[in-house]
């Protein structure tokens, strides 16, 4: 791990916790937790609502009014981070929300900014409005899934000691899915983007200039990352989290969707160039990273796709092709790899993951 990322946890943990006092339609029991606020510079910080899933939200103060990037599961979440950023602000202009992908928990919340644009990928226009169209039906299957999920969480708390390490985990995950359940049933809004685009938008807010492109499938097939150049921020939404070659296994699309593998390469050739002094990559869970990080993963994925590509022109076959790729001198997967707090992989299923990525890739091209 590199002096310049340490510093930067150490800094991390010196975080302000707020206790908000619980307003309009939200019961004073039903959220528990604090919000954490981590401060990048004066107009950047990144809000925390729950341990469980660490959604990140980021929150921008720029001279034409604050930007709000993912917005959480749902309306009591959001209604508790609106209000924290205009504590923390000290001012309430709301100028745009951006949603990275379309999933409810970086979705859920828009209701509670549906006074403010809210620009996002056109898929996830699309998808939203097909929520809102299934209305109450969709919002049901969606409570039962939820309802399963507290379920399955009660079963292994069960079996689990008090004193372990994901004990807490699970209940707060149980906790989280209550809360959604609740805001499901309480007069729950589908708010669509007002402000949808298909390959590449432009956000000028005077003294920071907010870049957005479209990954097409990727995690979901709603995906964007966010370059932040005056803040030094690059936003990857939930392309890539602490769970190392995730490409794989945080990618929603991969499994019916063809991943558009040459689109992010292409994207984060630009957008990783040393010229461009990107400092903190954030992700839509848990740790904040640095450009290396990133580089690191994105190597990898270069590496993977280039081999394929010239194995599948040199006419050969894959099982000869895996078996080069199955060096694990090349494929090292050692303790840089790891940087990963809360997943701590065993290099084993970082060395499985490999192999599935590689099968994956090989059979999509
Ligand atoms: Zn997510």
């Excluded at 745009?96 to 379309?102: K, L, R």
């Excluded at 399963?148 to 209940?171: A, F, G, T, V």
């Excluded at 995906?223 to 939930?238: K, R, S, W």
Aim: with cysteine; proline share 2%; glycine share 2%.
């Amino acid at each position: 791990m590199n002096t310049l990322l340490l510093k930067y946890i150490a800094k991390w943990y010196k975080v302000l916790f707020i206790f908000l006092f619980i307003q309009g339609n939200i019961s004073a029991q039903t959220i528990k937790d604090s919000i954490k606020i981590n401060r990048f510079c004066d107009n950047v910080i990144v809000l925390n609502v729950e341990p469980v899933q660490q959604n990140n939200t980021i929150a921008i103060a720029t001279n034409k009014g604050i930007v709000v990037i993912d917005n959480n599961i749902s309306q009591s979440y959001a209604l508790l981070i609106r209000n924290a950023i205009i504590k923390e602000f000290n001012r309430d202009d709301f100028a745009y929300v951006i949603n990275t992908h379309c999933d409810w928990d970086h979705v859920g919340g828009n209701q509670v900014f549906k006074d403010i644009p809210i620009v996002a990928h056109k898929n996830c226009l699309d998808t939203l409005k097909k929520y809102k169209e299934e209305g109450k039906e969709k919002l049901q299957a969606d409570s039962a899934w939820a309802a399963s999920s507290i379920s399955y969480y009660k079963d292994i708390l069960k079996e689990m000691p008090e004193n372990s390490r994901n004990y807490h985990k699970y209940k707060n995950a149980i906790q989280r899915f209550e809360i959604f359940i609740n805001d499901l049933n309480s007069n729950f809004e589908f708010v669509p983007p007002t402000i949808a685009f298909t390959d590449y938008l432009f956000l000028d807010m005077d003294n920071i200039n907010i870049f957005l492109y479209y990954m097409g499938n990727a995690h979901r097939n709603s995906d964007i990352i966010i370059y932040i150049p005056e803040a030094n921020l690059l936003i990857i939404g939930d392309l890539q989290f602490d769970m190392n070659i995730s490409h794989l296994r945080s990618t929603g699309a991969g499994f019916d969707q063809k991943l558009d593998i040459k689109r992010w390469i292409e994207i984060l050739s630009i957008i990783l160039n040393s010229n461009n002094d990107i400092k903190y990559i954030i992700p839509g869970h848990y740790n904040i990273h640095n450009k290396e990080w990133l580089v690191r993963q994105f190597d990898y994925l270069k590496t993977i796709w280039n081999d394929i590509q010239q194995a599948k022109q040199n006419n050969i076959p894959f099982n000869e092709f895996l078996e080069k790729m199955c060096d694990w001198n090349k494929f090292s997967f050692d303790e840089s790899w790891k940087l990963d707090f809360e997943f701590k992989l065993e290099i084993s299923e970082l060395q499985k993951r490999h192999v599935e990525l590689i099968k994956l890739i090989w059979e999509q091209n």
